[in-house]
């Protein structure tokens, strides 16, 4: 008799269901946005001098393009329930093309010290920091989409 034939595990209440879209890609964006911050944390703690302080600002810009492109819905953008407030949808539709805009200019600048301090550059620097900062914006913004656009908001109501 084995010892552990009386032994049961819980299901996991997250798995329960046919739905999963919206686990896994909450999922998926939390790993994409603790990748990119991994990055940069990594090419600091490594290469203390190559990565100047000024250059967080572009990870700090991401991870709030993160927060307004995500806290509008869908629903909100359509006009389908967002009827009040001083803007209406036109007040949700900017904020979100606000995010974007805010979430591109920081790949576009990560993007710039990448090349612009690393690449075209004849000093004998190591090109991890920028390649880094770079890394850490695109994963954030991708990790954006995809919380953004990879959830169903049907089960909300």
Known sequence: MNCFENVSMPNCVWFEGGERRNVLSAMA???LFFTGWWFIIDSA???PNDLP???HVCGVMATISLVMINSV???QVRGETY???CMGPRGARLWLFLGFVVG????IAACWILFANYVNTDTTKH???GVSLFLQNAFIFA???VFKFGRTEDLWG
């Open 127 to 129: 090109t991890w920091a």
């Open 83 to 85: 009827t009040g407030g």
């Open 53 to 55: 302080n000024a250059a």
């Open 73 to 75: 819905s869908n629903a």
């Open 45 to 47: 703690s490594m290469y």
């Open 143 to 145: 990790g954006s989409l």
């Open 29 to 31: 964006a939390g790993f």
């Open 104 to 107: 591109f200019a920081s790949l």
